[in-house]
């Protein structure tokens, strides 16, 4: 099982980033998808979910207006359409996978995301 993040960089206050997680060695369609954030010197938080097959989503509530997870079954891959970006949402994102029936999980290697006032 392998996930690569990629996307992450350097951003104004304001702006929009796409991050994208590549999926590799697992079935994609089996797996619940998510994205977490880490900022420096706090927990790893979720961030937004999918579930591939039926695109059911899930959002933390502060992040729903302007964060959207997607997800290409094709290209198992999963995307995090972030906009009106903030300082606050400076951190490494991960994405993360976990299996529906045997609990298996991956995390991806992750990817700064920096905002800038």
């Known amino acids: 099982v392998q996930l690569v993040e990629s996307g992450g960089g350097l951003v104004q206050s304001g702006g929009s980033l796409r991050l994208s997680c590549v999926a590799s060695g697992f079935t994609f369609r089996m797996y619940r998808l998510s994205w977490y954030r880490q900022a420096p010197g706090k927990a790893r938080e979720l961030v937004a979910s999918?579930?591939?097959?039926?695109?059911?989503?899930y959002y933390v509530n502060a992040l729903k207006d302007r964060f959207t997870i997607s997800g290409d079954n094709a290209k198992t891959t999963v995307y995090l359409q972030m906009a009106s970006l903030t300082p606050e949402d400076t951190a490494v994102y991960y994405c993360?996978?976990?299996?529906?029936?045997?609990?298996?999980?991956?995390w991806g290697q992750g990817t700064q995301v920096t905002v800038s006032s």
């Open positions: 993360y996978a976990r299996n529906f029936w045997s609990g298996a999980d991956s």
């Open positions: 999918i579930t591939t097959p039926g695109g059911s989503t």
